[in-house]
């Protein structure tokens, strides 16, 4: 256990709160517990863990699958492990709460049609007909000096800016990807982690490109290797989130990177480490091009238009043009996995189509991005969408027979953008989207309690301006939420106004805990925060990590002061 006698303080004072309320009957304890019921390991993992929740005093177990987004069709074990499970948990007298409705990190949702993605709109992007098929007329590389080749006195060819050029950065001529030299990075100081290389270039608006890099890395520590596109002159902060992948040892490895430019013209393209501490980095053969068409989404809402290049005659699907889709959206390394590494799918001209070889299009569409490391988002208001969430519940509702419905609703970091919003902000669209969610359990389980987590209804958290690849504000959000709603409040960070936000709006809060760090450290700010502070619930037991060393202590602190 890693709780201190100063930890038992804090958290003595942390569990106070709610004290009123739980006079009649104990605090809801849960204990978070992510779980592949497809692997056996996995269950037998879960089983082990349920009697230890119980004897400690847990009362329910919330569970969530990826495999959740995607019932139907599993192999029976899977159901003969979600029903063993199930009646374990009863014979402990544990409750199973289902984590549902996964928008946001929708990955799982998206195994059942890869196009339901939120979409980023290219508009007009400039096509070429040659032999009968459509591509890109020119896509020179926006980085000339990407090949890494000669240097001047303070950066190699062709960039603005390199960090400690001649020691920490150098040209080397012994490794390289080609030609004859790479950009070598390291020699890290406890002064000084960062070695980054940028560039500021001129972009179309509303287009597509894709920045391809190869590196090698020899026991690298600290902050990852990472790509950012910076727009100059904006408060977004970046127009990608997606990591590389870079291993801390690796061979020369292709890295590529998909991101819309959307509003801006000038864009800072940096590469490189932040926070490094031992290691080298080689970088060759840097690439920015404009691509068209990759995990390009086919939806409503997410329209398709050709069109020649003045614009006044637009060409129809079937009768100019074959039909226009990326198949390996989504499917790559399989269902509901995006890749941004594939080739761009070819746009084919029919025979007898008003399109002649030769002739300039313009085409305009939608493609969905990655975050972090692979994180999807689906559509906030297409109705395919709700269709699946309910066919989702449906099935957890007869698997189950929960007494709570979670719904996942959770950093939601690409939406708005669609025509859909017919002129919405970001923060309607979700207050609609939930909304409705809440109307299909109900329709459901009118009998079921309903929670979701905090962060996008939060305005001192994800509920704001400029957050992540969302168009505009997330703010008003809240304004979908039932009262009725129980609310799972993760932010540590700014916990005094979000627990008093939530409560004066009259929901019910459990407080997620624990995150992996320190009981103590973590329950610091939530002691300071919760004091005062009505309907607060009960406390979930919360790790990403699959940490449950501290699970005993956690409950032992909420027991002692619920008495």
Same mark, same amino acid.
């Given at each position: ?13 942390? !569990?106070?709160?709610? %004290? ?24 037998q ?42 009646q ?21 949702l ?16 400039e ?26 006195? %303070? ?5 603005? !800016? ?46 597509? +490109? ?20 910076i ?11 997606a ?12 890295h ?13 393209? +940096?590469?490189g ?24 989404v ?71 991005v ?35 419905? !979670?719904? %996942? ?11 859909? %919003? ?79 936000? !939530? ?53 032992r ?7």
């Open positions: 256990m890693r709780l201190l006698s100063a930890g038992l303080l804090i958290l003595g004072c942390w !569990f106070t709160i709610g %004290a009123s309320a739980m006079a009649e009957e104990p605090a809801p304890l849960w204990v978070y517990a992510p779980t592949n019921f497809q692997s056996e390991q996995d269950v993992r879960l089983l082990t863990l349920l009697p230890r929740a119980a004897k400690a005093g847990y009362h329910g177990v919330v569970i969530a699958d990826s495999k959740f987004g995607r019932l139907a069709g599993r192999p029976q074990s899977y159901y003969r492990n979600l029903q063993q499970v199930r374990a948990a009863e014979d402990l007298k544990l409750e199973l709460i289902p984590l549902v409705m996964p928008i946001g990190y929708s990955n799982s998206l195994q059942n049609d890869p196009n339901l993605a939120a979409g980023l709109p290219v508009k007009n992007c096509l070429l007909v040659q032999n009968g098929v459509a591509s890109l007329a020119d896509s020179p590389n926006l980085l000339p000096g990407g090949d890494l080749e000669t240097a001047g006195k %303070a950066v190699p060819t062709g960039w603005d !800016f390199v960090d400690q050029f001649g020691s920490g950065s150098q040209l080397d001529r012994q490794e390289k990807h080609a030609g004859d030299s790479s950009l070598r990075l390291g020699d890290f100081t406890p002064q000084d982690g960062r070695r980054r290389i940028a560039k500021k270039v001129r972009l179309q608006p509303f287009h597509q +490109y894709r920045l391809t890099v190869w590196i090698k890395t020899e026991d690298l520590r600290g902050s990852e290797f990472r790509f950012l596109p727009p100059v002159d904006s408060k977004r902060p970046f127009l990608s989130h990591n590389l992948g870079v291993k801390p040892t690796q061979p020369w490895t292709r590529r990177v998909i991101f819309n430019s959307l509003e801006h013209k000038e864009v800072l393209i +940096y590469l480490v932040w926070e490094g501490k031992s290691g080298k980095v080689w970088i060759d053969d840097i690439r920015l091009e404009e691509v068209a068409g990759v995990n390009m086919r939806r409503s809402g997410c329209p398709l238009h050709v069109r020649c290049f003045d614009g006044s005659v637009t060409y129809e699907e079937g009768r100019d043009f074959e039909r226009w889709e990326d198949p390996q959206l989504g499917r790559v390394p399989y269902l509901g996995e995006y890749d941004d590494s594939h080739e761009a799918p070819p746009l084919k001209i029919t025979p007898g189509s008003r399109i002649t070889n030769g002739q300039p299009l313009m085409v305009s569409y939608y493609h969905t990655r975050i972090h490391n692979g994180q999807v988002c689906a559509s906030l208001v297409a109705d395919e969408v709700f269709a699946l969430l309910q066919e989702q519940i449906q099935q957890i509702d007869k698997l189950l027979k929960p007494k709570r419905f !979670f719904m %996942a609703h959770d950093e939601i970091r690409v939406a708005g953008w669609d025509e859909l %919003a017919k002129d919405r902000s970001t923060g309607q669209l979700l207050a609609g989207n939930v909304e409705r969610c809440v109307k299909l359990i109900r329709a459901l389980r009118p009998d079921a309690q309903i929670l979701v987590w905090s962060d996008m209804f939060d305005p001192h958290h994800n509920a704001r301006d400029n957050y992540y690849l969302v168009r505009g504000t997330v703010a008003d959000s809240w304004k979908g939420l039932d009262p009725a709603v129980n609310i799972v409040n993760w932010n540590s960070g700014k916990a005094a106004a979000s627990l008093a936000f !939530f409560a004066d709006r009259g929901h019910d809060q459990i407080i997620a805990g624990y995150y992996d760090s320190d009981v103590a450290a973590n329950a610091a700010p939530w002691k300071q925060a919760a004091a005062g502070v009505k309907n607060i619930r009960g406390y979930m037991y919360t790790t990403w990590e699959r940490q449950y060393d501290d699970l005993e202590a956690f409950a602190l909420v027991r002692e002061e619920s008495r």
